[in-house]
């Protein structure tokens, strides 16, 4: 399938778009999303798209638009210019080589790289995913896809700590057809905001916590064990995102499952959580992951260890979400998933790709080759901050 690409031009864009509400975890609040839009040209006029898309500061990970911003100038995108690239693993190595983390700036080259693979050979992602996980000897059972996935809402804590404000937000989005709530808390806003949606949704709707490494297993263990009487699906990284051991006891010590997202940084430390039974289930991000190679790698070791999936966001622009609706259609995904429709998250149209969620809270998954980009907002929203281009002599394969 593979050949050798040459990668010709790199422009990075600088974008900004407001949230229609602002939005809070237990590490602090994010007004707008302001993301790296990437654009990889090879020799033959092909154009790949990635998204990097940390936050402005560094509550979630220790990067932020500036540190991506720097990372992919500096050293990343010299790195690949005027370079080809004979397979995605080649380029992955390139891309990691000598650069130690920066696994968001990372995520927007690698992102980018697949999408010029898919075009240039007419593949949907799904089509190019089944591809290399068929190559890597992944069972059929697990390579099936669905034509839609489930949307769950992520809700935000209320600026106001308002557990009237936070039931108002639940009613909304569960009338608008959401599959599943997701409840952001930190200590203090925990205990009580579950137990009132708990009641205000019913014992079967589909409710999970996170915690977003805000707690540790001593000091926090009686709130957790208090909590599992909400009968909650699981624990989303309720403890530091270096604490997979306490992760592991905590595991043991209370009945409701855990959930790995910020501790999930490569497929090597997923390896260590599933020797470690440090969870029972997995949120893959693939900003948070460096791109697809190492989240592919994550869903084929989930496969062969019994671990549930589901895919999580950032949240994106819809161009960075394209890639990982097409992951989560995976028979492997079992939860739903954090990709929301952009109405959720921004006002009408200005999304860069515009994501749809019918009234059963199901997004359809992309069935076009690659990531089909609108050119005309980018030129209008979009802060060009690097051009980089290298001419390569097509006989002998070298930049000038």
């Given at each position: 399938?593979e050949?050798?690409?040459?990668?010709?031009?790199?422009?990075?864009?600088?974008?900004e778009i407001?949230?229609?509400?602002?939005?809070?975890i237990?590490?602090?609040?994010a007004?707008k999303?302001?993301?790296?839009?990437?654009?990889l040209?090879d020799?033959?006029?092909?154009?790949?798209?990635?998204?990097?898309?940390?936050f402005?500061?560094?509550f979630?990970s220790?990067?932020?638009?500036?540190?991506?911003?720097?990372a992919?100038v500096?050293?990343?995108i010299?790195k690949?210019?005027?370079?080809?690239f004979?397979s995605?693993?080649?380029?992955?190595r390139?891309l990691?080589?000598g650069?130690?983390?920066?696994?968001f700036?990372?995520?927007s080259?690698?992102?980018a790289?697949?999408?010029?693979?898919?075009?240039?050979?007419?593949?949907t992602?799904?089509e190019?995913?089944?591809?290399?996980?068929?190559?890597?000897g992944?069972?059929e059972?697990?390579l099936?896809?669905?034509?839609?996935?489930e949307?769950?809402v992520s809700?935000?804590?209320?600026?106001?700590?308002d557990l009237?404000?936070?039931?108002a937000?639940?009613?909304?989005y569960?009338?608008e057809?959401?599959?599943?709530?997701?409840l952001k808390?930190?200590?203090?806003?925990d205990?009580?905001p579950t137990?009132a949606v708990?009641?205000?949704?019913?014992?079967?709707?589909?409710?999970?916590?996170?915690?977003?490494?805000?707690y540790?297993?001593?000091?926090?263990?009686?709130v957790?064990k208090?909590?599992?009487e909400a009968?909650?699906?699981?624990?989303?990284?309720?403890?530091g995102?270096?604490d997979?051991?306490?992760?592991?006891?905590?595991?043991k010590?209370v009945?409701?499952?855990?959930?790995l997202?910020?501790s999930?940084?490569?497929?090597r430390?997923?390896?260590a959580?599933?020797e470690m039974?440090?969870?029972?289930?997995?949120?893959?991000?693939?900003?948070?992951?460096?791109g697809?190679w190492?989240?592919l790698?994550?869903?084929?070791?989930?496969?062969?260890?019994?671990?549930?999936l589901?895919?999580?966001?950032?949240p994106?622009?819809?161009?960075g979400?394209?890639?990982m609706?097409?992951?989560?259609?995976f028979s492997?995904?079992?939860?739903?998933?954090?990709?929301?429709?952009?109405?959720?998250?921004?006002?009408?149209?200005?999304?860069?790709?515009?994501?749809?969620?019918?009234?059963?809270?199901?997004?359809?998954?992309?069935?076009?080759?690659g990531?089909?980009?609108p050119?005309k907002?980018?030129a209008e929203?979009g802060?060009p901050?690097?051009?980089?281009?290298k001419k390569i002599?097509?006989?002998?394969?070298?930049?000038?």
């Open positions: 399938m050949q050798a690409i040459w990668i010709e031009r790199v422009e990075l864009f600088e974008v407001p949230y229609k509400i602002p939005f809070s237990s590490g602090g609040t007004l999303r302001k993301s790296l839009i990437l654009r040209t020799l033959d006029g092909y154009q790949g798209y990635g998204e990097s898309a940390p402005e500061q560094p979630y220790s990067e932020t638009i500036e540190t991506a911003k720097v992919l500096e050293y990343l010299p690949v210019v005027g370079q080809g004979a995605i693993e080649e380029f992955n390139t990691h080589g650069v130690r983390g920066n696994n700036a990372k995520a080259l690698e992102t790289y697949w999408d010029l693979v898919a075009k240039r050979n007419g593949l992602f799904v190019l995913f089944q591809t290399v996980l068929r190559s890597w992944v069972a059972e697990h099936l896809t669905k034509d839609q996935i949307s769950g809700v935000g804590i209320p600026q106001d700590y009237k404000t936070l039931q937000w639940v009613d909304e569960v009338d057809g959401y599959r599943r709530v997701k808390i930190k200590p203090g806003w205990v009580k137990f708990r009641k205000q949704i019913g014992s079967h709707f589909a409710l999970w916590l996170d915690g977003n490494g805000a540790n297993f001593g000091e926090h263990l009686e957790f208090e909590l599992d009968q909650c699906l699981f624990y989303e990284q309720p403890l995102p270096n997979l051991w306490e992760h592991s006891k905590l595991c010590a009945v409701t499952p855990i959930c997202d910020e999930l940084k490569d497929a430390t997923a390896l959580a599933v039974e440090a969870a029972q289930v997995w949120n893959i991000k693939l900003q948070r992951m460096g697809l190492e989240a790698q994550a869903y084929k070791l989930a496969m062969e260890s019994g671990i549930k589901w895919g999580g966001t950032m994106e622009s819809g161009i979400a394209i890639p609706i097409a992951l989560a259609s492997g995904f079992v939860y739903p998933s954090d990709i929301e429709p952009s109405k959720r998250w921004y006002e009408s149209g200005r999304d860069l790709f515009e994501i749809s969620m019918d009234e059963q809270g199901k997004i359809t998954v992309p069935n076009f080759v990531i089909e980009f050119e907002k980018l929203i802060r901050i690097v051009n980089s281009y002599n097509p006989k002998e394969g070298i930049a000038n």
